[in-house]
């Protein structure tokens, strides 16, 4: 059973800086998109930032220029590096990846606080 496991986050003070982890238990080289996501309280889960096997990477406009997300492949790991936090990036964070069969994996969710 592929599992995500993430690690980081936390509380932060406004402007500060975060940065999450997640690390699969499969090879992450066939793995086309990873991603991360996010989920306010009373919100919906929203996308936050994709990285592709191409080097590819995409990003919500709330978080253009202020958020990096990368990928390690030798380490099966994706990671989100949050700048210049906000109030309103106070969420639970998810990582995310589509498996070879088709089947949608999750991280088990770490809570980002940004305190102001």
């Known amino acids: 059973q592929v599992q995500l496991v993430q690690s980081g986050g936390g509380l932060v003070q406004v402007g500060g800086s975060l940065r999450l982890s997640c690390a699969a238990s499969?090879?992450?080289?066939?793995?086309?998109?990873m991603s991360w996501h996010r989920q306010a309280p009373g919100n919906q889960r929203e996308l936050v930032a994709t990285a592709t096997s191409g080097g590819s990477t995409n990003y919500a406009d709330s978080v253009k220029g202020r958020f990096t997300i990368s990928r390690d492949n030798a380490k099966n790991t994706v990671y989100l590096q949050m700048d210049s936090l906000k109030p309103e990036d106070t969420a639970v964070y998810y990582c995310n990846i589509v498996g070879p069969g088709g089947g949608i994996y999750w991280g088990q969710g770490t809570q980002v606080t940004v305190s102001s």
């Open positions: 499969l090879s992450v080289f066939g793995i086309n998109v």
